[in-house]
């Protein structure tokens, strides 16, 4: 079982790059969160797809895009990279879709990218 | 909006010893999940609470949500090696949807 897989594992960009972090999971399932995680700080949702075909901002959108490819794919651009967003980055899924008022369903994450910019 | 605060920020305790580490919210709590985290790795989820009063148990570790929904409770019994890593509680919020707030997390180190 693969569950949330996410490439690459370690990544190291100069200012000003673009990059695309990637995640799939293979649990059908149908909601994907991208998170980073930062000192002291916790986990910040950046974007969520909560089914197929939708996406919408989270608490840190601010640089990121997202592109919900198919159910299985959902993956993190960073146009113009910036030293602040040196973090490391968390893809999540979760069986839950916005067809649930709230949910029960946990969310399930990947290893993690860690991301340097210089 | 909610706001996580876990307690302590950092553990350090010997084998075999109890621990409780906490969590409170800012708001009432909808849904919370507690998670581990091993150096370096993913998160691994432990167990979810919804009902003011609920307690889960896994292994050596229970979790408790209090009666009031604003703060919830991890505690290891009898602590190994294994248990260590950084734990961390994350809220699910008010309004429709999966989205979660973490608090902080807690670094437990376990001394054999």
């Known amino acids: ?118 | 909006s909610q706001e996580l605060e876990q307690s302590p920020q950092s553990l350090i305790v010997q084998e075999g010893k109890n621990l409780t580490i906490n969590c409170t919210s800012s708001k009432t709590l909808y849904g919370l999940y507690w998670y581990k985290q091993k150096y370096g790795e993913g998160l691994i989820f432990l167990m979810m609470l919804q009902k003011g009063g609920e307690e889960k148990s896994h292994e050596k570790i229970t979790a408790k949500l209090d009666e009031k929904k604003q703060q919830s409770s991890l505690h290891i019994t009898a602590s190994q090696p294994s248990h260590a890593g950084i734990y961390l509680c994350g809220a699910l919020g008010g309004n429709a949807g999966n989205m979660l707030t973490f608090g902080g997390g807690t670094r437990l180190m376990v001394k054999p």
């Not at chain 1, 990059?19 to 293979?26: F, I, P, R, S, V």
């Not at chain 1, 159910?71 to 980055?89: D, G, H, I, M, N």
């Open chain 1, 1 to 118: 079982n693969a569950g949330v897989t996410q490439t690459p594992k370690f990544q190291v960009l100069k200012t000003g790059q673009s990059m695309t972090l990637q995640c799939a999971q293979d649990m059908n399932h149908n909601s994907m969160y991208w998170y980073r995680q930062d000192p002291g700080m916790g986990l910040r949702l950046i974007y969520y797809s909560a089914s197929e075909g939708t996406t919408d901002k989270g608490e840190v959108p601010n640089g990121y895009n997202v592109s919900r490819l198919n159910k299985r794919e959902f993956s993190l651009r960073l146009e113009s990279a910036a030293p602040s967003q040196t973090s490391v980055y968390f893809c999540a899924s979760s069986l839950w879709d916005s067809g649930y008022a709230m949910s029960n369903q946990p969310q399930h994450f990947g290893d993690g990218t860690r991301l340097s910019i210089l």
